[in-house]
């Protein structure tokens, strides 16, 4: 079975500055996606950042980056210019690519943002 | 946004009882799921659908129940609620097809105390 592991449960970081959020998985695939999911206090489940894993490419959102290293089963989120409103818990998350696959997810990092 | 969401936002109920939550969908999406949120778990799928009718557990379904006989509703019971079973409930969904059959969007969550 697919594990996800988010093994820092808290981090911080001052506003403007840029922090990394780290996560491990473990899979025999080679083609499967990577999410990671913000959730604020108000406990909504958002979608920061989403990966293929058979493109090289790192993917970027704005000021959400990722860095992807296949070969280690690492998948870490980059955070720049940090803004007070970035404070929330981070999901790292993995899903096969057949159609009835589930997604399965680490436990989370509480971010929180210095002003 | 997805259109999803959750009923009741918040229950207290007691031990024994029944209890039915309910996720609606307004974005004619095939896949819909369950997952429980609870400290130091993450996210953890409980059911999920992949069409009217069609229904397969995930990996904490002891003690739950779904149903699904439309498109857009996807039912979660506790036969007789728990203790153990005091968490706050995701519903999800994911369309078919495509890059965006990857990705799972989530409704605003259900407080649920099970006293």
């Known amino acids: 079975a697919q594990t996800v592991t988010q093994s820092q449960p808290e981090m911080s970081v001052q506003e403007a500055e840029t922090v990394t959020l780290s996560c491990t998985y473990d899979?025999?695939?080679?083609?499967?996606?990577l999410f990671w999911y913000k959730q604020p206090p108000s406990r909504q489940m958002i979608l920061v950042i989403r990966?293929?894993?058979?493109?090289?490419q790192n993917a970027t959102e704005n000021r959400f980056s990722v860095n992807f290293q296949k070969a280690a089963k690492s998948f870490s989120l980059k955070i720049s210019d940090s803004q007070l409103g970035d404070a929330a818990m981070y999901f790292c998350a993995y899903r096969d690519t057949g159609a009835n696959s589930k997604l399965t997810f680490g436990k989370g990092i509480t971010l929180s943002v210095r002003p | 946004d997805a259109g999803i969401t959750q009923s009741p936002r918040h229950k207290v109920t007691e031990t024994g009882t029944p209890v039915t939550l309910r996720c609606h969908q307004t974005e004619n999406h095939r896949y819909m799921y369950w997952y429980r949120q609870d400290p130091g778990h993450g996210l953890r799928l409980i059911h999920y659908?992949?069409?009217?009718?069609?229904?397969d557990k995930g990996e904490v379904s002891d003690g739950y129940s779904v149903s699904r006989s439309k498109t857009e509703d996807f039912l979660l019971t506790l036969e007789s609620a728990t203790s153990s079973q005091t968490s706050v409930y995701f519903c999800?969904?994911?369309?078919?097809?495509?890059?965006?059959?990857?990705?799972?969007?989530f409704g605003p969550g259900t407080r649920l105390l099970v006293l």
């Open positions: 999800a969904i994911s369309a078919t097809g495509g890059p965006s059959q990857e990705t799972q969007y």
């Open positions: 899979t025999s695939e080679s083609d499967y996606y």
């Open positions: 659908s992949y069409g009217v009718k069609d229904t």
């Open positions: 990966q293929e894993a058979y493109k090289q």
